[in-house]
């Protein structure tokens, strides 16, 4: 449909070919008439408008004047700019529909005249009454010490609770020594960084902690710093060789109350040489009663498999804490696992126990680490620690140093998760106390 900016107005009478402007009030008005608009709008130049079209001379001629028939325009040529004068007003109401809003700007003397409120008080009277009546109460008004403290403060606070300075037992010790063995047959799923931070975590928390590493690789004792190489006395020469364990075991540098029973390359062999010997399945179990030492915990270190080492570590344990990275096939070995477990309480040590389930690994931008989380706390219920160890670089950096995450950078978010599970631990332990002697 084209528009050509008129209308029939219904006001007046007779035919309905006669055209009235839209933009004019009543039939009769005329540019300077009586009457006129005088709204500022119409004042406004014609260039601040849209300009409707023009038609020039020679052409089929528009209304010059709004009201005006074609045929009472003289004969003469068409002055586009007087047109554009003409054509380009528009009547108050059109220019009320319109015009588009324009935010009203205050004069400087309004400005000038415009009171000054002070800034809001800190605390109000409200406030104040209600942290009288109730000591708990947090007013919005007034930030709360989280919120002041900038995230280096909050690191290093966190990593000052983690290393203790002052060396005070902050974590309980059980009545009876804890022997700990950590055990999944499927790699990678964190058992030898999962044994190096507990142990050094409950170390600087005043509790006396002997590590047995019986891995072949070794990694336990890279992680604590300490010598592994050819030569050096092993558990491999407890295992095989009966010689004591109290001279094997070397004090951990720089962690008071921490000692490490090293491994070589020689434990490889291990399990074949364990094959022709007598009561081979308690060797370890042995080696760690005669210990003339108390410790509170002793974690050892098994190896990714389910062979004599493994069996031994078992044997000689009363819990078992088994990690879990948060994938599925971490959760497909598990039930072979705890088949084994039960096989040597049946008939090898009936006081073991899968007392602890730590989930490690875990991804919170996935919803597989989730869905597996689910899965393992259904299935074990309290067994699963609350704390759960995120994925964190500064767990994988470490053992490049020769430390565990807890010395590295006690302020990260992977120590801060291995000190919560450790001090979970610790007080499950005074609530449940077990040892060789239950």
């Known amino acids: 449909m084209h528009d050509d900016g008129r209308y029939d107005d219904p006001r007046v009478t007779g035919s309905t070919s006669d055209p009235v402007s839209r933009e004019t009030d009543y039939p009769s008005w005329s540019p300077g008439a009586a009457g006129a608009s005088t709204h500022p709008a119409d004042t406004d130049p014609p260039a601040a408008r849209d300009e409707p079209a023009v038609h020039l001379a020679g052409s089929e001629a528009p209304e010059s004047t709004a009201g005006r028939r074609a045929s009472d325009v003289p004969s003469r040529p068409v002055n586009v700019a007087e ?90 010790r059980p009545d009876r020594t804890r022997v700990m063995c950590v055990a999944n047959q499927k790699g990678g799923v964190g058992k030898t960084t999962t044994t190096v931070n507990l142990a050094v975590a409950l170390a600087l928390h005043g509790n006396r902690v002997l590590v047995v590493d019986l891995d072949p690789q070794g990694n336990a004792s890279t992680g604590l710093n300490v010598p592994h190489h050819t030569g050096i006395p092993d558990v491999y020469d407890c295992l095989i060789n009966s010689v004591p364990l109290s001279e094997v075991a070397q004090a951990v540098e720089g962690i008071p109350n921490l000692w490490c029973v090293p491994a070589t390359i020689d434990l490889a062999g291990a399990e074949i040489e364990l094959v022709s010997v007598v009561a081979r399945e308690s060797r370890l179990d042995r080696a760690i009663a005669a210990y003339p030492g108390q410790f509170d915990y002793v974690f050892i270190d098994c190896p990714p498999s389910l062979g004599l080492l493994t069996v031994n570590a078992l044997v000689a344990a009363q819990e078992v804490l088994i990690p879990i990275q948060c994938e599925y096939y971490a959760l497909e070995g598990l039930n072979q696992l705890i088949n084994n477990i039960n096989l040597v309480r049946q008939h090898l ?74 001090q979970e631990i610790a007080e499950r332990g005074v609530k449940e106390p077990v040892g060789r002697n239950a």
């Open 83 to 172: 047109v554009r004068h003409t054509l380009g007003r528009r009547n108050t109401a059109a220019a009320v529909r319109f015009e588009p809003a324009v935010p009203h700007q205050p004069t400087a003397a309004a400005r000038d005249t415009v009171p000054v409120v002070p800034d809001a008080p800190v605390a109000s009277t409200e406030s104040l009454a209600a942290v009288a009546a109730d000591p708990t109460y947090v007013s919005r008004e007034t930030p709360t010490r989280e919120e002041d403290d900038p995230p280096l403060a909050m690191e290093a606070m966190r990593a000052v609770q983690i290393l203790n300075p002052s060396g005070e037992v902050t974590m309980p």
């Open 349 to 422: 040590n009936p006081k073991l126990d899968v007392s602890t389930i730590l989930l490690t690994m875990y991804d919170r931008r996935t919803r597989l680490a989730d869905a597996v989380e689910q899965d393992v706390r259904n299935h074990f219920g309290d067994k699963v620690l609350q704390a759960v160890i995120p994925r964190n670089v500064r767990v994988s950096e470490a053992p490049s140093y020769g430390q565990s995450v807890m010395t590295y950078d006690p302020g990260s978010r992977g120590a801060t998760s291995y000190f919560e599970a450790a």
